[in-house]
């Protein structure tokens, strides 16, 4: 008899067809979750969980018996609580490295509509507005040769410094948990603590994973130590912002607007109050989602389950020194 494997959200059709050859597979394309008869039954039997974001907690390894691995589809792993799947001896994965570009693409993009105010002006000339000249207070602000702080100096924020430092001539600062020399050496990035990168930086960026320690590490008092011609970038998870400080800073005009590809709930409810405001981009998530990137990020994750399940080290196996090498 095959293995089972749950597949949950994003995963590439060509990787489910491949795993499907060793694997039996049931596929959750949405947000199903325990009470729903068929995860239920699923989760029960499953031999290993391939997908994206499932919240893989005590509550659901209580009804995962037969569980060995959890291959997140992402690089982030705040789904995970790693801590009681080590406790059980279940291996986790994540997909590090093969979406910093992709990533980094994508954060450059959306500071860059919001500080050239993009997807306001597309509306502007698709909606027939655009019959006399551009007014002076819709001019957006230049991103060239201004000054980067960027907040989590790791795979990522090092590919959107690479990119701000050799294509926009930026100053990069950086807050980071340790200093990052090659970042410093190739980018010329200064290290700041984060006070101060927040008073310096004309464009802000949060790179950091969302632990209990970042959560909400931009509140009201880190707003309003930006500078209010300052524009927050956020592409790392929601968790890591009070959103009603946010909504306070736009609101107020402490700072002058935002782009954010991540909320603190996803799908964001329609009437989040962020929505209403003019002066913010929003995005659904879209950091990796490239056919490419998602392709590859499906192929690697398959990879971790694959050799996981027979009995070989993941490539990307996060519960490493506590699990594998002592098992
Ligand atoms: N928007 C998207 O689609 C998207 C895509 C990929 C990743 N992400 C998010 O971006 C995060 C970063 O990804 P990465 O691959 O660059 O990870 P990474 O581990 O390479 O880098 C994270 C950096 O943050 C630093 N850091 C962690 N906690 C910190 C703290 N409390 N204070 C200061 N610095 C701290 C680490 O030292 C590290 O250098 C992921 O965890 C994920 O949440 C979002
Ligand atoms: O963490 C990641 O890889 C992304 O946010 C997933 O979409």
Redesign the pocket.
């Known amino acids: 008899m095959k293995p089972k494997i749950l597949v949950y959200m994003r995963v590439d059709d060509r990787v489910i067809k491949e795993l499907a050859k060793d694997f039996e597979v049931t596929h959750f394309k949405n947000h199903e979750y325990i009470g729903d008869p068929a995860f239920d039954q699923a989760i029960r039997e499953a031999d290993g969980i391939i997908g994206l974001a499932l919240k893989v907690n005590k509550e659901l390894l209580d009804v995962a018996p037969n569980l060995k691995i959890v291959c997140n589809v992402?690089?982030?792993?705040?789904n995970l609580d790693l801590e009681e799947l080590t406790r059980r001896k279940i291996m986790a994965t994540n997909t590090?490295?093969i979406?910093?570009d992709t990533?980094a693409d994508?954060?450059l993009g959306l500071l860059i509509a919001t500080a050239r105010r993009i997807p306001e002006l597309d509306s502007f000339v698709k909606s027939g507005q655009w019959d006399i000249s551009l007014q002076p207070d819709q001019y957006g602000v230049d991103v060239h040769h201004k000054t980067l702080g960027i907040?989590?100096?790791?795979?990522?924020?090092?590919?959107i410094a690479r990119r701000a430092h050799f294509g926009f001539n930026m100053k990069i600062l950086y807050?980071?948990?340790?200093q990052?020399k090659e970042a410093g050496e190739k980018y010329q990035a200064t290290y700041c603590e984060?006070d101060e990168l927040l008073e310096k930086s004309d464009f802000v960026c949060l790179?950091?994973?969302?632990?209990k320690?970042?959560e909400k590490?931009m509140g009201y008092e880190q707003f309003k130590r930006m500078k209010n011609t300052a524009i927050f970038i956020n592409?790392?998870?929601g968790n890591n912002v009070d959103e009603d400080a946010l909504y306070n800073a736009l609101k107020n005009g402490d700072i002058l607007s935002a782009g954010i590809?991540?909320f603190t709930q996803e799908p964001t409810p329609k009437d989040n109050p962020l929505l209403q405001l003019k002066n913010i981009v929003t995005l659904p998530?879209?950091?990796?989602?490239t056919m490419e990137c998602e392709y590859n990020m499906s192929k690697l994750a398959a990879e971790n389950l694959m050799k996981g399940l027979h009995g070989k080290k993941p490539p990307c196996l996060l519960n490493v020194t506590s699990f594998w090498e002592q098992s």
């Open positions: 992402s690089v982030g792993y705040d590090p490295g979406l910093d990533t994508a954060i907040i989590g100096m790791g795979n990522i924020g090092s590919a807050h980071n948990r340790s990052n984060l790179m950091i994973p969302s632990t320690e970042t590490i592409g790392s998870r590809d991540v998530h879209i950091g990796s989602s």
